[in-house]
């Protein structure tokens, strides 16, 4: 288990990792992350990050955390970082002009001056983007703030992760399962050229996805491909390429294309899932 600014700044400066090194994150700020994860994380010492929507603590929302509660865990070493203020769908806005973007940054600056007001200044400028929904314009905005984005699509981290869509793997709900979260927490990130990858947020019904591999020497050529689950063929157009297009029409919201290969040693899986938000263009 892992620090994940530990981890955060051993990537960007790509330094080495521990093998299968583990952050472990929550999102939102409910009240059971004190009530029943913290004592148990303190027991094994494992460090964690709780990523805040302020507006729900300010507002003192039923079983969300209180301030209190959230100072005395972040001065007993808990990492608190960004959420947003209001937990809004960010990106799915009729008009993307720049007074979206000016509103937008606004949210992120007064969920962090909020942090910074209860928590003192070691706040991280890391922002967890609400529903893991973003766009182009929305990591480029975090890259001109000098934030890093944290997104909800699965895999790893490594010297090739964008850092303004840093994936994670989810734990809870239907994927609270310790077996299928082992074999995902043993795998290793697909080494796919992300700088190339299309922006989440397209109006297409069956995006299409090139993935462009950067390292392929261990990387079985047998893909095991799906959309939202459901198992999809996906074509190499030589060695390095794959596309991987939905065969039916996707509704509006968000999806997710995973994709897994075997290593040659047959040891582990690589890993690799793009996100997509479907809404209409209406501009
Ligand atoms: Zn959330």
Redesign the pocket.
Known sequence: MVDLQDAVKAIQNQQPLPDHAVAITF??GYGNIYDNAWPLLKEFGYPFTV?I?TDAIDQKYGDMLSWDQIREMHANGVTIAN?SSD?AYLVRHPKRDDTWLANTRQNIEHAQTRLTDELGTDIPRWF?Y??GEFNDALRSLLNEMDYIGFAQHSGGLWHGTDMRSIPRFAAAGIYANTETLLVKLKSKPMPVDETLLPDMLTSEKKPQLTASLLETSDLSRALNCFVDGHWQDAGWQDDNHFTLTSSSELSDGRHRYNCTSQSRSGDFYYWFSKPWLIYPDQR
């Open positions: 999102d939102d990523f929507a959420h937990h967890a609400p529903y």
